[in-house]
């Protein structure tokens, strides 16, 4: 059987990490802790499939379109710290409102999603084949 971490054990290494235990960490269940912070670890100061700054670039077009200011001054910052330049910053910006900008269309005007993905499926096959004469 796995030992579980003690609360205390989980927030000195939350301490250890950051200097301080953050209000969101420090505002969950003692039982709810030890899961979250090695979830929230991993994917805001470890290792994963994704680049640390690749994961916060994605995290602050998340943020830009759900409207959290937290969120967007976190991976902003999150994002710098990782290396993002100021023009990766602006690009996730654009991008960020080009996705509900089509989102919003799409929605609109009541597209069939089956047609949708067989357009994506013809235009990625174009591309493909425009990529392989190249």
Same mark, same amino acid.
């Given at each position: 059987?796995?030992?579980?971490?003690?609360?205390?054990?989980?927030?000195?290494?939350?301490?250890?990490?950051?200097?301080?235990?953050?209000?969101?960490?420090?505002?969950?269940?003692?039982?709810?802790?030890?899961?979250?912070?090695?979830?929230?670890?991993?994917?805001?100061?470890?290792?994963?499939?994704?680049?640390?700054?690749?994961?916060?670039?994605?995290? !602050?077009?998340?943020?830009?379109?759900?409207?959290?200011?937290?969120?967007? +001054?976190?991976?902003?910052? $999150? =994002?710098?710290?990782?290396?993002?330049?100021?023009e990766e910053l602006e690009e996730v910006v654009s991008l960020a409102s080009l996705t509900s900008r089509y989102s919003a269309m799409i929605h609109a005007l009541e597209y069939? !999603?089956?047609?949708?993905?067989?357009?994506?499926?013809?235009?990625?096959? +174009?591309?493909?084949?425009? $990529? =392989?004469?190249?």
């Open positions: 059987m796995a030992t579980q971490e003690s609360p205390t054990d989980v927030e000195q290494e939350i301490t250890d990490t950051f200097g301080m235990v953050p209000t969101p960490l420090d505002s969950i269940p003692e039982d709810d802790m030890a899961g979250e912070w090695h979830f929230f670890r991993k994917y805001t100061v470890g290792e994963s499939e994704i680049p640390p700054k690749y994961r916060e670039l994605m995290g !602050l077009a998340v943020a830009a379109n759900i409207k959290c200011p937290y969120c967007i +001054h976190f991976h902003r910052k $999150a =994002a710098a710290m990782h290396g993002a330049t100021d069939d !999603l089956d047609q949708f993905k067989d357009e994506v499926a013809e235009m990625a096959e +174009h591309l493909e084949a425009q $990529a =392989a004469d190249d």
